[in-house]
């Protein structure tokens, strides 16, 4: 290699592409017996990941093979869901080419893409409570990840676009390319806008996403933008506050194990049971001596608990104010057990999407959204410096400065963690605070 994979990654800006957005550069500087590559796309309605990994097939495989050699692993894992039919196809028509290389296949199950059961499903291994991939001698990168690493090496590209899903009540459902920094109303209206006078966005999967405004900014960790009836059930469901989950915990649990018995980390075995954590609601205490409310911190806030429960109630909202709370008393996860045996019938427990889908009144909306060719230009965009796990990155540019796409506009200290911003647009720094950088075009 005529230059360190490692560098070029952390001087690309690359992160991982959904989720909290961990910097890639730290995640690959290990050794590592496997490489597996995160394409189950759980999350209903959204398409990136299995049309990448269709599009893009060659591409994805020479760049984990790049990768693999860098962390000296002797396997490569491609997990995604059997009903991927053309990215299957695609990759299996070249794999044999890469005998390092396979593919795992998983049912349409919720939430596969969870890292934790996806290391699981793959190499059978159970990282241990509180712990990463890496405990179990797994590296595990997102699709869009793993073809940016490649961007980088090959090209010298850093990452100034974003593969998002536009779905939801629009009038075109599509997967775009788009520049980092430009709004979400900007990305709404490439698939021709809504049909709703009034609407709520969710950025990010409807299970895990979070509710955003249309002058929010498209970033570096944006996967899909869910456009959804502001009345509808899921609209409601995030926003109900504490007060009233905990008054209908009191109230209206009826102390089955129903949100236990679907709990994916639970399943796993990890010492983790909603339905005791609940009760601490009704009585004060989790009424079992052997359990601790630090057993909140193994919640991955997959909300699949509220959608098992009869009651419509939400432990894994519970779970997230317990961990804010217990993390600003300076209290820590203290539990890392290492399970040895899953759930004996947790194959018979895995939550179908389908069954989701139609939980979360998401039907009529789980139509294709086939990637398109943007043939737009933008005047302006707004980056943030913060799109990533880690402290911002410090601006090496001065308001007035004109600028290349793709320049370094944004930089972090070497002794922090953090990602390097770059230009998404030609243009010139027209504005810059401790948050943002806007570019406006020429």
Known sequence: MEKNLISIIKESGIVGAGGAGFPTHVKVNAKADYVIINGAECEPLLRVDQQLMAKESRKL????????????????????????????????????????????????????????????EAIGKIIPEGSIPLS?????????????????????????????????????????????????????????????EEFVVINGGPM????????????????????????????????????????????????????????PRNLLGHNIHPNK????????????????????????ECRLCEYACIMD????????????????????????NKPENVHPFREYKRYPVNKLIAKLDLTKYDESADIVELEKNFDKVEILLSQHIGAPATPVVKEGDKVHKRQLIAKINSDKLGSNIHASIDGNIVYINKDIITIQSN
């Open 61 to 120: 495989l020479d760049s984990l093979d790049l990768v693999m050699k860098n962390v000296e692993a002797k396997i490569g894992i491609i997990g995604l869901k059997s009903k991927y039919k053309i990215a299957i196809e695609n990759l299996e028509s070249i794999i044999n080419e890469y005998p390092n290389i396979k593919i795992h296949k998983m049912p349409n199950f919720y939430p596969a893409g969870d890292e934790q059961i996806l290391v699981y």
């Open 136 to 196: 179990v001698g797994a590296v595990v990168l997102n699709v869009e990840t793993i073809l940016n690493i490649y961007d980088a090496y090959k090209y010298k590209t850093p990452v100034v676009e974003k593969y998002i899903t536009v779905a939801g009540d629009v009038k075109n459902k599509i997967t775009v390319k788009v520049p980092i920094g430009i709004t979400i109303k900007e990305a709404i209206e490439l698939a021709g806008g809504s049909k709703l």
């Open 208 to 263: 895990m996403g979070k509710i955003v405004s249309l002058d929010d900014k498209v970033t570096k960790t944006t996967k899909g933008l869910i456009i959804l009836p502001k009345d509808h059930s899921l609209i409601n469901s995030i926003n109900k506050n504490l007060g009233q989950i905990l008054k209908e915990a009191k109230t209206a649990c009826m102390h089955c194990s129903l949100c236990s018995e679907v709990c």
């Open 277 to 300: 954590l609940i009760r601490m609601a009704s009585y004060s205490s989790v009424c079992d001596k052997n359990l601790s409310p630090t057993t909140a911190f193994l919640c991955c």
């Open 313 to 336: 109630l939400q432990p894994w909202k519970l779970h997230s104010n317990l961990k804010k709370q217990m993390g600003s008393n300076g209290i820590k996860n203290d539990n890392n």
